[in-house]
């Protein structure tokens, strides 16, 4: 049985769509009230090395950056003066899905279930921090972050990203298997018609 997500009255959604056309992983991220676009986040090139995602606001400033460690199993979050905000440790092995987030003076941990499609950070008393949810079936990556007062949202973004960063890479919510279904259905139109289709034209 599924389980419903805690999510306080008053929580702020946002919702994060990457980008179809781009060199690199882009992401947007929109406020879903106003449906303003408050930030964006580009993976960099050196991703291939180590994980890194830089955050940017509307004007192009810096805001955040989130930088991974040796086998993206410690990512930190890093603040536009250099300091470091929050640290985001994993299990090598688990069963379930799972991050702790180390934040201000509080450990928060964030479980996913046994799919992982959704991840609820909480304090170690239980309060609220902010919930991932992953977009199923989507051409493009997308995911909802819902962010309670306890966590700033620009902290819970870069946190949100840093886990479908590490456990959805190469996932893309579906997309990727919708995007080879349709062109193995292509392949196999045009090997059934374009040997008739070439008769018609060659007779």
């Not at 991703?47 to 991974?68: D, M, P, Q």
């Not at 456990?167 to 196999?188: D, E, P, Q, S, T």
């Amino acid at each position: 049985m599924k389980q419903e997500p805690s999510i306080p009255e008053g929580a702020r959604n946002l919702k994060v769509v990457q980008k179809l056309v781009a060199a690199r992983p882009v992401f947007e991220i929109y406020d879903e009230q106003t449906g303003e676009k408050v930030a964006v986040g580009r993976q960099t090139w050196l991703s291939i090395f180590r994980s890194t995602l830089v955050f940017e606001n509307e004007r192009g400033e810096k805001i955040l950056t989130a930088k991974g460690g040796f086998l993206s199993r410690t990512f930190w979050i890093i603040g536009p003066d250099g300091k470091k905000v929050a640290k985001l440790t994993r299990p090598l092995i688990a069963l379930r899905k799972s991050f702790k987030i180390f934040y201000q003076e509080h450990v928060l941990k964030a479980h996913g279930g046994y799919l992982a499609w959704g991840f609820e950070a909480t304090t170690e008393t239980g309060e609220f921090a902010f919930r991932f949810d992953k977009k199923v079936l989507h051409v493009r990556d997308q995911y909802r972050i819902s962010v309670g007062s306890f966590m700033d949202w620009k902290h819970a973004v870069a946190s949100a990203a840093v886990i479908d960063t590490v456990f959805f890479r190469g996932k893309r919510g579906g997309g990727i298997l919708i995007c080879c279904c349709a062109l193995l259905i292509l392949i196999v139109a045009f090997l059934l018609f374009g040997s008739v289709i070439l008769g018609l034209l060659h007779p």
